[in-house]
């Protein structure tokens, strides 16, 4: 049989859909569980139905589930078997078999659908596990001579913590060939290649390391597809299989260097080949690069393969040729590839231009460290390179190892430590002990028990006052619109019993308003969470006095809130729409719901055009003028991702959940307060637009009312510039552009002038010094203008090197040193005689160098030293 990769798909699903099991789709390489960055095997997606969290919607299940995980990514390459990315043939039993009948479907579907010869197939067990050994002997046929007892090698645990368990694996032996005998207990590796693995889900591993039984022992298999794959074709390496050959192929086209042709080539186009299908599936998937989390594994990952590259001398881009490629092989399996082609596409050619610039710019300070042929790189050095230029630790370790080199990580890790306690002493909290604080709100907690919270239904409430809490003496607040307590007002925390103010959360601000009792008038500056069940209402008392046990009416701003309402619906309507600009990737990474105006955060890899902006408005402003209702309904969280509501990964959600629909457009989970009818937004209107980090957006917004001032305030300002431009207001464009092009035009007479007087002012240098070298001082010319003056004289007839030395207003010092290439002299080394004396430094070339300090005390001194410097370098004196 001619297999595939689409054909062992189908041959290995086909096998356990005929024995009871359910088809269910892959899972994203992003999983919803904080415990693991990355999905990393086909099991993670069913963890909850292992530990018992959630029920099984069906016994049993099969998937083909793509896998990344980076264990193993310093080897990659080095090897025919591993890889960083890799796709997981699966069958689950939650509950319903074990090892009965995981062990002989296994067997059956190898021997018998894939057609490997039982001869040269061998089992593990794990060393306590006789029961496993017994069924491969009886029920498998399988030779006792053919099982081996193993210990670690077959325990299986998804993570420091979670579900765990013995295993047993089937090896393939690919012959004498690839290694010694003895079966993959005493084997050689490469001979002896796991093919499937296959685990007895029986324990919880928990945070302590002890371990408890699961409620019900289940089945997690899983075989790896390349592995297999290449030995149904033959193959002797996973990197020459159909399913990853194609993208070697394109590798070898992009660097020049064919298959075979050295070692070092085939390690790179195999790590071009593993990091391109990862860094594809990753971003359609939702990681984008960043410096933290999944973001930085995926920017190493790619900046791995240019690195690799740019080794075999590929100057060129690679990454954008080498995602097409896995694209186009497998889209066909995964259809959703070609949907993100594009940007995938847009986010590696971005890294990799980053990347490149970083590498041209670091490479040349780790070139030079290297070249000292010292053993080690200093950490101080190392830190530099990252801090500086942008070059991560573990590409400076990896590129001094190629060459022989180690770098001193301890003192990298000093040098990080500090700049982390600089950071850490600049940006200390004045205010108390917050765990002392916490603690009192604690008691609240357990004496009351939680704030009820009614402002979903009301404004206002008769409520009773649980506790008056001082902060502590001196201390200020602020809230989001910039209103405090006046001078000398005592800062309060107040908790009621029942509130209608919502605490800050979800990017919601906190609602402000009036608490007022029968001895007191207390105003409420901002709304929180205290700590987990109690919400404290923060501000100062304007009359009278507020005592705990008192009967209050709690009433919200309403007028506030309203706008707050506004944007936080607007904000919905405002992310499915740059959802259907920008494609699905757009994720929400933060936002801020208050009064005036709304900010969202997204992962996007680029600016948004401002034909994008203006599609954005359109699609939110379409909505709001159908004026649909708003509609909020608390479910069972499955059925809230059944009906395609939006959650964020990293939120914490419980079994029932708040799904709020705005129209027909947006369905998202959402806690916060909202308007009852798409048209009570008002006009939205994007304001500003920007980065706040690698791969994230920003978009702010305002509504209603804000989105009329901000228009008239527009139209204000357009005004003014008609009249001052003595145009009418559609004509304004055009008259500045006009406006800027005079300005331009005189800024060019006025350079080409400065250009001939400096020339003349050169030739004049040139002439009083009469000798080879010239050092003079020049006061009042900034550093551009001293350096063209610089650059002048050393092109008069006679002149081999110039130093001009100045202050360009009183306070400070500009130098520049110029020498001819022909006289020998080095300007760095002339500069570094003069540096010191003026209380600063420089860098540039032998022909040319700039420096500037803060002594201009020194100006004199640095003169003579510059013309002792020239005057030895020419063996002349210099006037």
Sequence with gaps: MNWDADRLRNAFTGFFVERGHTPLPPALLIPNDPSVLFTIAGMVQFKPYFTGEASPPVPRATTIQPCFRTVDIDIIGTTARHSTFFEMLGNFSFGDYFKELAIPYAWKLVTEVLGFDPERLWITVHESDDEAEQIWRDAAGVAPGRIQRLGAENLWQMGDTGPCGPDSEIFFDKGERFGDPGGPAHGGAERFVEIWNLVFMQFERHPDGLQSPLPRPSIDTGAGLERILALLEGKDSIYEASVIAPIVDEAARLTGRLPGSSPEADVALRILADHARAMTFLISDGVFPSNEGRGYVLRRVIRRAVLRATQLGVAEPVTLALCGAVVDLMSTGYPKLERDRSLVEKVVAREEESFRRTLRAGS?????????????????????????????????????????????????????????????????????????????????????????????????????????????????????????????????????????????????????????????????????????????????????????????????????????????????????????????????????????????????????????????????????????????????????????????????????????????ASVELCGGTHVHATGMIGPLRIVAESSIGANTRRVEATTGVRSLEEIRAAERALQRAAASLRAAPAEVPEAAERLVARERELEEQLRRVRLAELADEAADLARRSGGRAVVARRDRLDQGAMRELALKVREQEGVEAVALVGSPEGTKVALVVAARSSSGIDARTVVSAAGPLIGGGGGGSPELVTAGGRNVAGIDAALEALAQALGAALGAPAG
Excluded at 540 to 546: E, K, N, P, T
């Design 364 to 664: 040349l300070l780790l070139d030079e460290e290297l070249a000292r042929g010292l053993p080690t790189i200093a950490g101080e050095v190392a830190f530099r390179l990252h801090d500086t230029f942008g070059f991560p630790i573990d590409l400076t370790t990896e590129v001094a190892a190629e060459r022989g080199v180690g770098v001193d990580l301890a003192g990298f890790e000093a040098a990080m430590g500090e700049q982390r306690l600089r950071a850490r002493q600049g940006g200390r909290a004045q205010r108390g002990d917050v765990e002392e604080e916490r603690a009192g709100f604690r008691e609240v907690l357990e004496e009351f028990g939680r704030s009820e919270f009614l402002g979903y239904e009301q404004v206002s409430s008769a409520s009773r006052v649980l506790a008056v809490l001082a902060r502590p003496a001196g201390a200020s607040f602020e809230n989001v619109e910039g209103e405090s307590a006046p001078d000398g007002a005592e800062l309060l925390d107040v908790v009621l019993d029942r509130t209608p103010f919502y605490a800050e959360g979800g990017g919601q601000v906190g609602d402000t308003g009036w608490i007022e009792g029968p001895t007191g008038r207390f105003r409420v500056l901002d709304t929180t969470v205290a700590v987990e069940g109690v919400t404290r209402h923060t501000g100062h008392v304007v009359s009278g006095d507020l005592e705990a046990g008192a009967t209050v009416t709690a009433s919200v701003d309403t007028a506030r809130r309203d706008d707050i309402r506004r944007n936080h619906t607007g904000t919905h309507l405002l992310h499915w729409a740059l959802r259907q600009v920008l494609g699905e990737h757009v994720k929400q990474q933060g936002s801020l719901v208050a009064a005036r105006r709304l900010r969202f955060d997204f992962h996007h890899f680029a600016p948004l055009s401002e034909a994008e902006v203006a599609a954005v408005e359109d699609l939110v402003n379409r909505e709001v003028i159908a004026d649909e209702p708003v509609v909020v309904r608390e479910m069972a969280r499955a059925e809230a991702e059944r009906t395609g509501a939006v959650a964020f990964f990293g939120e914490k959600y419980g079994e029932q959940v708040r799904v709020v629909s705005a129209g027909s």
